[in-house]
């Protein structure tokens, strides 16, 4: 659900995380299984998280100690766990991940934030060999990209042209390579916002660098990193997307009239459409967490935690949400501003919502491709802009509501 931070960076190793494919949480799924133990997918959210509690958010960069020792201790637990239940994973990401860590605990006490940021992007560096290792869908060069994209801001916020330089030719030899798969998946699919126009939008990002780098523009490169990152997030879930126009006859997102009709695992909730086969409701959308594992067994199961995310308490979603990819019952398909859509509780009051931790009742767009319903209202924070709200709804500061 949370969207791509603009600056990752350090020496040009060609990895990244990407795929939005998850496993059961405390399971080691077999090898080329296309999908990722949700340890490591949380190994992958609480070093972004580091990126952004260490380094801060573009363009301030004001960083948070107090939050990156706290999410620190969210990696340590995380990725303990992944290791144990996974003791063949990839030994060089193994140790980059673990040097990181150590590297971490030394900045983070000591308020380094350049040492910090470069050791928690050491961890996302990381996370694509280890993701790899279970064969995910993406192509292995846009999840490259994805690191790349945000390498970029950080060699631009310390001043290291080279290494600009050299972070852009990787760049557009993935593209170069990935231009072919992505050219047949563009036309496949409406359902998230952006693909028609992703592809020139990547080649406008990578023109922008050359031009900034030709006039040793250092600010313009970090702005040019920014929207990268994003374009490669609408690839990887263009790379999730089901086809236009393609129900299926059975399994998650399709019709049926009784809970029989649907595969193991899965419910008939007849408050979407009439009636789709949906997750089982043994998941805890909307309840507190501190990890993946606390949220339920569903692939798709996250954890949006307090100290990385700033969600009090924590508040387990799952994402990604389309009309195929449904919700469980009890909830509802939404996306808050420039995120990935994702499923959060439903509600009609305040009270239906953890109230007392800040919680509100609060009404989302849902039209593609900004939600899939059934409902458009769901338990979320408080709007306090207009940017917080999908457009056209606006942000009414004092009751904290988006409204039309």
């Given amino acids: 659900m949370r969207s791509i931070p603009s600056f990752v960076a350090v020496s040009l190793v060609v990895v990244a995380c990407g795929s939005s494919q998850a496993g059961a949480p405390g399971t080691a799924p077999s090898v080329g299984a296309g999908i990722v133990p949700a340890d490591l997918r949380d190994v992958e959210r609480d070093g972004e998280g580091l990126v ?86 993406a192509p292995k060069g846009i999840l490259r990209m994805d690191a790349v994209f945000r390498q970029v801001g950080l060699d631009a916020k310390y001043a290291s042209l080279d290494d600009v330089k050299k972070d852009v030719a990787s760049l557009r030899s993935d593209f170069n390579a990935t231009r072919d798969a992505i050219g047949v998946k563009v036309p496949t699919c409406h359902r998230v916002g952006g693909t028609a126009t992703v592809v020139g939008d990547i080649e406008t990002s990578l023109a922008g660098m050359d031009a900034a780098i030709a006039r040793g523009d250092l600010a313009a490169i970090e702005q040019e990193s920014e929207n990268g990152a994003l374009e490669i997030d609408t690839l990887e879930l263009l ?26 695992g899965q419910t008939c909730d007849r408050a979407n459409a009439g009636g789709k086969c949906a997750p089982a409701a043994t998941n805890k959308i909307g309840t507190p967490c501190a990890s993946t594992v606390d949220c339920g067994t569903d692939g798709r199961s996250a954890c949006q935690t307090e100290a990385g995310d700033n969600y009090r308490g924590g508040y387990c979603f799952m994402e990604p949400c389309d009309d195929v990819h449904v919700c469980p019952p009890g909830a509802t398909c939404v996306s808050l501003g420039g995120e990935t859509p994702g499923c959060f509780k439903s509600c009609t009051t305040d009270d239906e919502c953890r109230k007392a931790e800040g919680y509100v009742c609060q009404l989302f767009s849902t039209t593609p491709p900004v939600g899939f ?32």
């Fill in 52 to 137: 952004t509690t260490t380094f801060g958010s573009y363009p301030d960069y004001k960083p948070d100690f107090g939050r990156a020792s706290s999410v620190l201790g969210l990696l340590k637990q995380v990725w303990n766990r992944g290791k144990a239940a996974n003791p063949s994973l990839p030994a060089g990401a193994v140790k980059m991940v673990d040097d990181a860590i150590v590297s971490l605990d030394a900045a983070i006490a000591a308020k380094d934030q350049k040492g910090a940021a470069l050791a928690a992007n050491l961890v996302g560096l990381a996370c694509p060999e280890l993701f790899d290792f279970f064969h995910p869908d």
């Fill in 239 to 264: 790379f999730d997307c089901p086809p236009d126009n393609v129900a299926p006859s059975k399994g998650l997102g399709a019709q049926c009239t009784d809970s029989s009709q649907c595969d193991s």
């Fill in 373 to 404: 319903g059934p409902t458009d209202r769901a338990c979320a924070f408080p709007c306090t802009r207009d940017a917080d709200c999908h457009t056209p709804l606006t942000c009414d500061v004092v009751t904290g509501k988006c409204k039309p």
